[in-house]
T-cell receptor, first 112, second 113 residues
Framework: NAGVTQTPKFQVLKTGQSMTLQCAQD?????MYWYRQDPGMGLRLIYY???????DKGEVPNGYNVSRLNKREFSLRLESAAPSQTSVYFC???????????FGDGTRLSIL | AQSVTQPDIHITVSEGASLELRCNYS??????LFWYVQSPGQGLQLLLK??????LVQGIKGFEAEFKRSQSSFNLRKPSVHWSDAAEYFC???????????FGQGTRLTINP
C-alpha cells in the first residue's frame, strides 16, 4: 500500500539551479496536487491537475511548472531555484476535488 | 472565493482534558469541509469530512466535528486527549466548481502530561 510516493525526501540546491520533484500515486486517482508548507502559512496550493491531461494554477504558481505525465505521475519543476522557494513540498491525490486527499510524506527543499 | 481561518495558532491542553479546535470558513453556498492531522515529519491524514446531512460528524481517533451554518464554523472536538494527539491540525474547505481545497493556517496542539 504505497499510496502517494514523493522523491526525493530531502534536497539542497544552490540559487539558480533547477530540479524536478517527482510524485506518483497507485490509487488510480484522477486529481493530483502540489502544495508548499511554510511556517504559519498552512498549505498553499501551487498547481493541480483535475484529470489526466489538464493542469491549472493554484494560489502560488510563480517560479514553478508541472507536468501530468500520465494518470499516476505529477511532477513539479523549479527552473531557477530561489531562496524563497525553500519549503516543504507535498504532493496529494484524490478521486475527485470533493473527495479526501491522500498526501505523500513531503520533500524538504533548501535553497542556498 | 472560499477561505478558511483557524484563529488559534497554538493550543496546549493536559492529557485527559477535552479539546476544541476552531475553524471558520467563508463561502456563499454549502461548503465541503475537512479536518486533517499532520504528525511531525509526515504528510496529512484525513480525520473527518462533512458534505451534507447530519451536522455532527464522527471521525477517526475519537474526533468529531460540528457544522454550524449560522456561525460559518466547523469546530473539531475530542472529549479526552491522549499524548499521541500532539500534532498540527488543518481545516480545509472545498467549493463546488472550484476543483480544489483551501487550507487554514493550522493549529499546533501540545499535550501536557
Amino acid at each position: 500500500n504505497a499510496g502517494v510516493t514523493q522523491t526525493p525526501k530531502f534536497q539542497v540546491l544552490k540559487t539558480g539551479q533547477s530540479m524536478t520533484l517527482q510524485c506518483a500515486q497507485d490509487m488510480n486517482h484522477n486529481s493530483m496536487y502540489w502544495y508548499r508548507q511554510d511556517p504559519g502559512m498552512g498549505l498553499r496550493l501551487i498547481y493541480y491537475s483535475a484529470s489526466e491531461g489538464t493542469t491549472d494554477k493554484g494560489e502560488v504558481p510563480n517560479g514553478y511548472n508541472v507536468s501530468r505525465l500520465n494518470k499516476r505521475e505529477f511532477s513539479l519543476r523549479l527552473e531557477s531555484a530561489a531562496p524563497s522557494q525553500t519549503s516543504v513540498y507535498f504532493c496529494a491525490s484524490s478521486s475527485g476535488w470533493d473527495q479526501p486527499q491522500h498526501f505523500g510524506d513531503g520533500t524538504r527543499l533548501s535553497i542556498l | 472565493a472560499q477561505s478558511v481561518t483557524q484563529p488559534d495558532i497554538h493550543i496546549t491542553v493536559s492529557e485527559g482534558a477535552s479539546l476544541e479546535l476552531r475553524c471558520n470558513y467563508s463561502y456563499g453556498a454549502t461548503p465541503y469541509l475537512f479536518w486533517y492531522v499532520q504528525s511531525p515529519g509526515q504528510g496529512l491524514q484525513l480525520l473527518l469530512k462533512y458534505f451534507s446531512g447530519d451536522t455532527l460528524v464522527q471521525g477517526i481517533k475519537g474526533f468529531e466535528a460540528e457544522f454550524k451554518r449560522s456561525q460559518s464554523s466547523f469546530n473539531l472536538r475530542k472529549p479526552s486527549v491522549h499524548w499521541s494527539d500532539a500534532a498540527e491540525y488543518f481545516c480545509a474547505v472545498g467549493a463546488q466548481g472550484a476543483q480544489k481545497l483551501v487550507f487554514g493556517q493550522g493549529t499546533r496542539l501540545t499535550i501536557n502530561p
